[in-house]
């Protein structure tokens, strides 16, 4: 085992290797080259005193930040010879279910192709581009045949997958007892239970104010929610990510949101950042990807559909055909259990040489992918910034709710968090349920896939969100998930079927998210 | 919901005031029934229905509730003798408010008293409606109007019409040719019957946008009494989009520049399970969280003033009629500064609902109004809030604060308005009427 003093220099290793050659670094060195004329750089103490002035200036916030930002994403330290697979995922066995489903998705999507007898990459016409050009911001107008299109997969299929996981090392010939898991998912995976749930989330305590519970109209102003925004405004002129990441676990103050979530992130603005983003609008107006009718369909089925986000539906396409294309996004696989899919060029089937990763972005979106990036829409209205800032929540968190991995946050460990959870505190509910065939996990699977977007209110869908950034966890949804089954437990148990049970849980959007989360996590009897 | 609201107004509560009339009964009991007469087929006749101890007549009998159309009105009101406790749901000349040209002649005029009176800055205050002109008979002060501000849009409307009926946007005077005054009509053609009076206003070309999309706001205020002013203001409203983005280049596009839903719903993508309104609360959100809150303030603050401007703009000209109250559907629209500007007033707002959320709004809204009517007599006459009604305005501003006004200046006080707050009507029902069981006398 590698003790922490190794461990350490390998992960700055790590780090500076990554931020070497990035943006930062190279501004870094025009501001060092820069200050070089100012009057207070003496030769003398040269580096001590370059050091000083980037301190003074932000840079070595913003240094910081980047760096917190890799630090946020770096998977848990292994050993030094691990091969990358297992940096991806050291369980074989997951690894192996998650190659298959892929090989599935990408069957899926290949014979749909050949169906249809549609490309899956073509070149457009140079009119056609000056026509996707012109109506770059109302893509929502056209009206394009998608009738023969499927969504290559929905939520359901993959709770299948998931269901049927199965540890080969693991003997479960035991008699079922009451000690045997009852739900769904049938993988040992370490969860939290819910002391240690009260230690990780210990700012949503019951003695500490929360934004979602005491900026209501009842309680007055002074008592918490505008010392916390003038906090947040503090936070937000230091440009500190990682004071931000903790800031906001008492959740964020409306106006403050969509600049804190962007310092969170680390999604900058730049000029650098409009101009690759304006590139990736060329890619998408002189290549047609068959994936962009898939997005089309998503959208038309899902965004256009909802209530409160169907305004947003011309800004879904310039994001989500932009992030099909962004190879930028490749580089999340280094921690995702997931590999991008392989296609060949016409006629050199096999041929490693001729392979090209699709779509260039290496995710295959499914039903109901567009409702990650709607809630953003409420928040930011710059094409590129709204890009920018999605494209981060995806390589952060969003993949990991669509692939196969051991990980806290993933959505394995996340379904079996929301089933021990259900077990341990609500048994009698959960026995119930079973008995009239209505697994709980076969309801609350959506909510955790979507992160619970399109099912709660937008605002109370933004103060769970907030707690998702602040924690850098999803494990909130197996909570939030475990405590609204929790508040409506009376009702469930009165149900006699699935439907009936899908019936109670069908409308979340009344709830108030923190009560749930806090009455669940701190006020429970054990 | 309205079945539970069946209990909480029975009418076996307290009973105030002198008998009620045709149904002869004893001092001090309550009426047993009241009768109204609903020509409409939509929500309105829904919730008088479902409403306890209410009973519909019909044809020529007698009622003591009338929600009547305004055609109705302009024929019968006149005619009728109506008992001390009857209500029927119009002022009799509300078209001073609704007609776009009354209207606009109406605000000009206070606009000018104000500027007599308090001064510039004051009458300032009643810029919320773009320059408008009647035509044909205003058509030479437009022409100059329009010679002043070259490459303008402006839009026509018929002083007379709903649902967006035969609107257009115009830039060239030659659209508008035949509302010229005095024009070079030929013979044959002067003995055609009058053109229609239309105004024609200023098009707010700057709209704010969300989405791309334009929208406009519609707001419900309940107007008890002109003389003194008794206004309330209702917190749920909501916001109607247009269904395609807004372009200036296409003034043609019927379904982009009018966002009312009678308008978007022939447009050739109108779903009607889709609906296209938000809920003024959610509104509310995405502004705060796009301006922050003081700026949301200040502009939901401006349109508490174009409601009381407006009313007090046609105070002295309503006739004033205890029998009367009408509850009228503003319409706003905000530009790209977050100023508000009054579009227009509606005397009739469309109570028919475009989805079940939108049903359900509009029985919340009806019902409350009918509370605030209160034929059954339970009310003290002194509260603020009743279900989903804010008081807006008692005679004077009313402020949200039990202070007394001689004490503090004005300026301090907040208003007694929540639109797009949460609408917390059912618990404020409950508590209202358990405080107003409580003052039953023995």
């Known amino acids: 085992m590698m003790d922490e003093g190794t461990e350490l220099s390998v992960t700055i290793a790590q780090i500076v290797q990554k931020l070497k050659g990035s943006n930062l670094h190279s501004q870094l060195e025009r501001q060092a ?7 207070e750089i003496q030769l003398e103490d040269l580096k001590e005193d370059v050091k000083e002035f980037l301190k003074k200036s932000g840079w070595e916030t913003k240094l910081q930040n980047a760096v917190y930002r890799e630090l946020n994403v770096l998977p848990p330290p292994s050993h030094p010879e691990a091969p990358a697979e297992h940096i991806k995922e050291p369980l074989a066995y997951l690894r192996k279910a998650q190659g298959s489903w892929e090989k599935r998705i990408l069957k899926s999507l290949n014979s749909m192709c050949t169906e249809l007898s549609i490309p899956l990459a073509r070149k457009r016409p140079v009119n056609e581009q000056k026509e996707l050009l012109n109506k770059w911001n109302e893509m929502g ?16 299929d993959f709770l299948e997958v998931l ?11 035991d008699q079922p007892s009451s000690k045997s898991h009852w739900g769904l998912i049938q993988v040992p995976l370490k969860v939290k239970d819910i002391p ?10 019951l003695n500490s104010g929360q934004l979602g519970i005491d900026d209501t109209t009842q309680v007055p102003a002074d008592v918490f929610e505008s010392e916390h925004a003038g906090i947040g405004r503090k936070v937000l002129i230091e440009q500190d990510s990682a004071a931000a990441e903790q800031y906001i676990r008492q959740g964020c103050p409306n106006e403050l949101r969509a600049e804190l979530w962007a310092l969170i992130l680390n999604a900058t603005n730049e000029p650098e950042d409009i101009l690759y983003y304006e590139q990736l609008k060329s890619g998408v107006l002189h290549h047609d990807l068959l994936v962009d009718n898939l997005i089309y369909k998503d959208v038309k089925l899902t965004a256009s559909n909802d209530d409160y986000y169907f305004v947003f539906e011309d800004y879904l396409y310039q994001v989500l055909l932009c992030f099909s294309r962004d190879t930028v996004v490749l580089e999340h696989f280094n921690y995702n259990s997931a590999t991008p899919p392989k296609s060949y060029i016409q006629g050199k089937l096999g041929l490693e040489d001729y392979a090209v990763v699709y779509p260039p972005n290496g995710v295959i979106p499914f039903h109901g992918f567009s409702m990650y990036v709607a809630p953003l829409c409420f928040l930011y209205n710059e094409p590129s910034k709204l890009y920018t800032v999605f494209r981060e929540m995806y390589v952060r968190y969003f993949f990991r709710l669509h692939s196969i991995s051991s990980f806290s946050s993933g959505i394995v460990s996340l379904c079996l968090q929301f089933e021990s959870l259900l077990q341990t505190h609500l048994p009698q509910l959960f026995y119930h349920l079973r008995e009239i065939g209505a697994q709980p996990l076969r309801i609350a699977f959506k909510w955790m896939v979507r992160a619970f977007s399109g099912y709660l209110a937008t605002d109370q869908l933004l103060l769970l969100w907030d707690r998702v950034l602040g924690y850098n966890s999803l494990e909130i949804l197996a909570v939030l998930a475990a405590a609204v089954f929790a508040f409506r437990a009376q009702n469930l148990m009165e149900v006699t079927s699935l439907a009936a049970a899908e019936a109670v849980l069908a409308d979340l959007s009344t709830l108030k998210v923190m009560p749930l989360l806090q009455i669940f996590l701190f006020a429970t009897i054990m | 919901m309205v079945a539970a609201n069946r209990e909480l107004l029975s009418p076996t509560m307290v009973h105030k005031g002198p008998g009620y009339g045709y149904q002869k009964k004893r001092e001090g009991e309550p009426r047993s029934c009241i009768r109204f007469k609903c020509t ?17 007549v019909k044809d020529d009998s007698e009622w003591d509730f009338y929600w009547c159309d305004v055609g109705w009105l302009r024929e019968n009101f006149d005619h009728i003798y109506m008992e001390e406790h009857v209500r029927i749901c119009h002022f009799r000349n509300h078209y001073e408010l609704t007609r776009k040209n009354l209207m606009v002649k109406n605000l000009k005029r206070y606009r000018k008293l104000l500027e007599r009176e308090a001064g510039r800055q004051e009458a300032a205050k009643c810029d919320f409606f773009p320059r408008t002109f009647e035509l044909p008979c205003e058509y030479h002060l437009f022409v100059e109007e329009f010679k002043r501000s070259p490459g303008s849009t402006w839009i026509m409307k018929p002083v007379a019409r709903s649902q967006g009926k035969g609107i257009f946007l115009f830039r060239k005077l030659k659209d508008i040719m035949d509302w010229k005054k005095d024009g070079n009509r030929s013979e044959d053609q002067k003995d055609e019957t009058q053109v229609e009076s239309y105004v024609a206003q200023r098009y707010i070309e700057n709209p704010y946008l969300i989405g791309g999309r334009k929208f406009d706001l519609r707001v419900y205020v309940l107007v008890t009494s002109y003389v003194p002013l008794k206004a309330w203001l209702y917190r749920d409203g909501f916001a109607r989009f247009s269904l395609t983005r807004f372009s200036l280049s296409c003034i043609d596009d019927h379904y982009v520049h009018l966002t009312n839903v009678a308008v978007q719903k022939t447009a050739p993508d109108y779903d009607p399970e889709k609906g296209c309104k938000w809920q003024m609360q959610q509104l509310r959100r995405y502004l705060s969280a796009r301006h922050g809150t003081q700026r949301v303030e200040e502009l939901f603050r401006n349109i508490d003033g174009i409601f009381i401007r407006s009313l007090q703009s046609v105070q002295k000209v309503i006739i004033n009629d205890k029998h009367c109250f009408e509850l009228y559907g503003y319409d706003i629209l905000l530009d790209q500064a977050l100023k508000p500007w009054l579009i227009e007033v509606n005397a009739s707002p469309s ?6 959320e939108d049903y359900e709004l509009k029985c919340r809204l009806l019902e409350d109004t009918l509370h605030i009517v209160d034929m059954e007599g339970r009310l003290t006459g002194k509260e603020k809030q009743i279900g989903g009604f804010d008081l807006m305005w008692n005679d004077g501003p009313v402020s949200k604060d039990d202070i007394n006004l001689d004490a503090l200046g004005s300026s301090t006080l907040t208003a007694n308005t929540h639109l797009g707050y949460v609408n917390d009507r059912k618990t404020q029902l409950r508590q209202l009427l358990k405080s107003l069981s409580g003052q039953k006398k023995v």
């Open chain 2, 351 to 356: 109570l028919t609902a475009s989805s079940q």
């Open chain 1, 163 to 173: 269901i049927n996981l199965r540890n080969p090392n693991y003997d479960s010939s």
């Open chain 2, 40 to 56: 409409l087929i939509n929500t309105i006749q829904d919730v008088l229905r479902q409403r306890a101890g209410w009973v519909e």
């Open chain 1, 33 to 39: 080259k820069e200050c070089l004329q100012r009057p």
């Open chain 1, 141 to 156: 107008t056209d009206e394009p045949d998608l009738s023969h299109f499927r969504p290559v997969y929905a939520p359901k």
């Open chain 1, 196 to 205: 240690e749930l009260r230690e990780s989330f210990a700012e949503l305590g």
